[in-house]
Structure formats: structure tokens, C-alpha cells
């Protein structure tokens, strides 16, 4: 099989059919949705649209990308399971505002920090956010604390309050994953820190895709600093694209056998209309050091955004309009 699935190489001529799209706003906030899942009076219905786009995919790893209310712009590399490290933690929120629904500006239900959580927050070896044993947390504050600096004491702590532990948790996140049609992808834990947590780019597009239907996690990954309950100190978000080139979240992860690994949402403004532009870019310089492959991660993504972007509004121009 080629190492490509879909492309041929790095960089191939694209040929997409265009669905009805639907602009929902509302809170500041939007979301285009594909097909004729939402109809309405005010759908834009585009009919079809023969559109060449020269993308510069990486040249390791995988990646994959789309245009909601339009369709695939390709997937690149094999598309084999690897680790994704801390772009579980997507999953996890995922899991947890199914079954805890918090509308937009909310705060979501109270959770009270247990120790172990508190201790973990001193962990040398893995990504923490600092948290206070017996403080109450809203959800929106604990979440916050997981995506944002990507806090995997934060994540347990919520696989604990949630489900009671991190099997029974991972059990919902894969049950999540199937009814998504994730069928490349394998969860046992709620951070990702667990290299047996495996998926594939063109899976975690799918999570990306239902995940950012919810206002309340758009506005979270969206987030660049919070300032962490009870210690006073500031967190950033670790996704160093957001603000830049019209990115608004999504989440980082790396590790020595994962690599860089970025699922990213960018906006792009076509006539007048905002289009949601969502990408997965997997196992960059996989097996080197997080620091290397996150870098890698990051200037892979830059490069697919900023190309996509530049792209879209001609593309979108030259469509032939259904009468």
C-alpha cells in the first residue's frame, strides 16, 4: 500500500464535491455544519465545486484536514494508530461535557479536588495544573485546567468524578469513539499519557469535528490564559498557533513515541461568511523528544493552515451557484 492514502504525495491537486452548509450563531460564537443536517431558511446550499488546491502536507507522519459544510481536503500518510498523547484529553472533555452538559458561558457542575489530584500537581514527569486538595472547582475551571496547560492530574480528577476511575472512564471514551465511527482508535486513560492510547488522524478529525459543535468547549480551547484557582497563577494555553492566521484551538500533545501531535481549528472568511477549517497532524519526529516533535508539530501545521486559507476563498469564488 502507498504511504499516502489519498495523495499521492506531499502535495497533490484536490477534486471536492460541496454539501449544504448551515451558519449557526449565537454568543459570539459559530459553527458551519455539513450536509442537510440542520436545514433552514438561511442554509446556503452550494451545489458542486471542481477546486485545486497545491497543499504542503508534512512529510512525516499523518495528517488530515477538511472544510465543514464543504468536505475532505485530503489525509496524508499511512493511516496506521500511533500514540497521540495529550490530544486525548479532547476525547476526555468530550466524554465529560456528554454526560455533564455546560451551555456556553456556564460554569458547569462543582467538583471538589481530591488529594490525589493535589499531589499529582507536583509531578516532574508529565504535564500538571496546580489544584487544591478539598477545593471546590466548577467543571468549566477543571477543564480549563486540562486543556490549556493540559493538565493530566486535571484529566484524571475528572475520569475519577465522572466514572469513578480511569478504566470505567476509558470504557466510555471508546464507547464515545464507536459511535463516531473512530474504528482506528483505542483509549486507556483520560490524559494520554498512556503510549497504548492509539488513533489515527483521519479518527481524531471525526472527534474534532462533533467536539466543536459544543459552544462551551470552543470557547475553552479558545482561551489563552486563565489564572489557576486558589494558587494565583496564570496559565497559558499550550497551543502556541492559537490567535495567529485565524487559529481558535484546539489542543497540543507530545511524547517521546508520539511526537508532535496537533489537532488545530482555524476560521477562514469567505464573502462575507466565516468557514470553519479543521486539521490533525500526528507523529511528528515521533521517537526523538517532545520538544522536537511539538516543534515539528506546530511548523507542519502553520505551513497546512496558512496554505488552506490562501486557498479557500478563490476556490469558494469560482463555484457555480444552483439555480
Known amino acids: ?109 462543582k467538583v471538589i479536588a481530591d488529594q490525589q489530584a493535589a499531589d499529582e500537581s507536583y509531578s516532574s514527569v508529565e504535564s500538571t495544573a496546580p489544584v487544591v486538595a478539598g477545593r471546590e472547582y466548577t467543571q468549566r475551571q477543571l477543564l480549563e485546567l486540562m486543556m490549556l496547560p493540559s493538565g493530566n492530574n486535571v484529566a484524571r480528577l475528572l475520569a475519577r468524578w465522572d466514572a469513578g476511575g480511569q478504566e470505567e472512564f476509558a470504557q466510555k471514551m471508546n464507547k464515545a469513539a464507536a459511535a463516531l465511527g473512530m474504528d482506528r482508535t483505542t483509549y486507556t486513560g483520560a490524559s494520554g499519557i498512556e503510549s497504548n492510547t492509539t488513533s489515527t488522524a483521519a479518527d481524531q478529525l471525526k472527534l474534532a469535528r462533533a467536539v466543536m459543535k459544543n459552544e462551551a468547549f470552543r470557547q475553552i480551547v479558545a482561551t489563552p490564559a486563565v489564572t489557576a484557582p486558589g494558587v494565583g497563577v496564570q496559565i497559558h494555553n499550550s497551543n502556541k498557533l492559537l490567535g495567529q492566521d485565524g487559529v481558535i484551538g484546539l489542543k497540543t500533545g507530545s511524547s517521546t513515541p508520539a511526537g508532535g501531535n496537533l489537532m488545530w481549528a482555524a476560521t477562514q472568511e469567505v464573502a462575507g461568511v466565516p468557514r470553519l477549517i479543521l486539521g490533525v497532524v500526528l507523529h511528528q519526529r ?38
Open 1 to 109: 500500500m502507498s504511504a499516502t492514502r489519498c495523495l499521492s504525495g506531499s502535495r497533490r491537486s484536490l477534486a471536492l464535491s460541496l454539501s449544504a452548509a448551515v451558519l449557526v450563531t449565537g454568543a459570539g460564537t459559530w459553527y458551519a455544519f455539513g450536509g442537510d443536517e440542520h436545514p433552514g431558511p438561511k442554509a446556503a446550499f452550494l451545489t458542486s465545486l471542481a477546486m485545486s488546491m497545491d497543499l504542503p502536507w508534512p512529510t512525516e507522519g499523518q495528517a488530515s484536514a477538511e472544510v465543514e459544510g464543504i468536505g475532505s481536503l485530503g489525509t496524508k500518510g499511512e493511516q496506521t494508530p500511533v500514540p497521540i498523547a495529550s490530544v486525548t484529553k479532547v476525547m476526555t472533555a468530550y466524554v465529560i461535557l456528554a454526560g455533564h452538559p455546560m451551555p456556553g458561558d456556564a460554569p458547569g457542575a
Open 286 to 323: 515521533a521517537d526523538t523528544n517532545p520538544t522536537a516533535g511539538m516543534a515539528a508539530a506546530f511548523d507542519s501545521s502553520r505551513t497546512l493552515i496558512t496554505a488552506i486559507r490562501a486557498a479557500l476563498p478563490q476556490a469558494l469564488a469560482a463555484q457555480t451557484p444552483q439555480t
